[in-house]
Nanobody
Framework: QVQLVESGGGLVQAGGSLRLSCAAS????????MGWFRQAPGKEREFVAA????????AYSDSVKGRFTISRDNAKNTLSLQMNSLKPEDTAVYYC?????????????????????WGQGTQVTVSS
C-alpha cells in the first residue's frame, strides 16, 4: 500500500512559479513509476508529467513541456513538480499518482488507468 499526500498548491499570477510536492508512505515507493495529473472544472483528468522509478526517464504533456519539471527523491520518498511560467489554463486540481507495476528502468506510464494509487489533490489557481 502507498499513501500519497500533495502540497504546495495555491494562487499565483500568470508568469509565476509554484513547486508541488507529493509525500509518499510505503516502503516500495522507490520501485514505482510516478506521475502528475490535473483536472480543471468541467474537464477530464489529464496527464501532466511522469517519471520512471529511478528518475532516469521523464515524460511531459505538450502543454507543459519546457515549463514544468518532474523530479523525485527516493531517499525522502518525495515526488516534486516545479512549475514555471504558469498560465491561467494551468488552473486545476493537481494529483500525484503511483504505478505499482514494475515496468523496468525506462517505464514511464502516461495513462491514468496505469496508476494504482492517487493523492487527494492540491488546487493550483493562476490568475491573469
Amino acid at each position: 500500500q502507498v499513501q500519497l499526500v500533495e502540497s504546495g498548491g495555491g494562487l499565483v499570477q500568470a508568469g509565476g512559479s509554484l513547486r508541488l510536492s507529493c509525500a509518499a508512505s510505503g516502503r516500495t515507493f522507490t520501485s514505482y513509476a510516478m506521475g502528475w495529473f490535473r483536472q480543471a472544472p468541467g474537464k477530464e483528468r489529464e496527464f501532466v508529467a511522469a517519471i520512471s522509478w529511478r528518475g532516469s526517464r521523464t515524460a511531459y504533456s505538450d502543454s507543459v513541456k519546457g515549463r514544468f519539471t518532474i523530479s523525485r527523491d527516493n531517499a525522502k520518498n518525495t515526488l516534486s513538480l516545479q512549475m514555471n511560467s504558469l498560465k491561467p489554463e494551468d488552473t486545476a486540481v493537481y494529483y500525484c499518482a503511483a504505478d505499482s507495476e514494475f515496468g523496468g528502468s525506462a517505464y514511464v506510464p502516461l495513462n491514468s488507468y496505469d496508476y494504482d494509487y492517487w493523492g487527494q489533490g492540491t488546487q493550483v489557481t493562476v490568475s491573469s
